[in-house]
């Protein structure tokens, strides 16, 4: 059982980068997928989630507008498009599958995640 985070890079302000949350050894299907990120020196923070179904979604104030998710169970991933990045994005991203998330005063907490997968960097410069 894996979830396996790619896509990250270095990009400059105004850039873009499409994450990718790809699960092997069970199915996306039965999960939520959550991403979140850590800055050096931060605590770990909720950016987005995406239901089962894909129809509800959630995205942190921060990245609203900027970022959307997006899963294709098909495919067995699901998707962060990053566009107008600034240099406050930068951060390790995580995947994370829950059968649902929770938020909480408005923010995506880690509340019931059953599998995280491995961290992709995603560093923006100014």
């Known amino acids: 059982v894996q979830l396996q985070a790619s896509g990250g890079g270095l990009v400059q302000t105004g850039g873009s980068l499409r994450l990718s949350c790809a699960a092997s050894?069970?199915?996306?299907?039965?999960?939520?997928i959550g991403w979140f990120r850590q800055a050096p020196g931060k605590e770990r923070e909720g950016v987005s989630c995406?239901?089962?179904?894909?129809?509800?979604?959630h995205y942190e104030d921060t990245v609203k507008g900027r970022f959307t998710i997006s899963r294709d169970n098909a495919k067995n991933t699901v998707y962060l498009q990053m566009n107008s990045l600034k240099p406050e994005d930068s951060a390790v991203y995580y995947c994370?599958?829950?059968?649902?998330?929770?938020?909480?005063?408005?923010?995506?907490?880690?509340?019931?995640?059953?599998?995280w997968g491995n961290g992709t960097q995603v560093t923006v410069s100014s």
């Open positions: 050894g069970f199915s996306l299907d039965d999960y939520a």
């Open positions: 994370a599958a829950a059968p649902q998330f929770t938020i909480g005063n408005g923010r995506l907490t880690e509340f019931g995640v059953d599998f």
């Open positions: 995406i239901s089962i179904s894909g129809v509800s979604i």
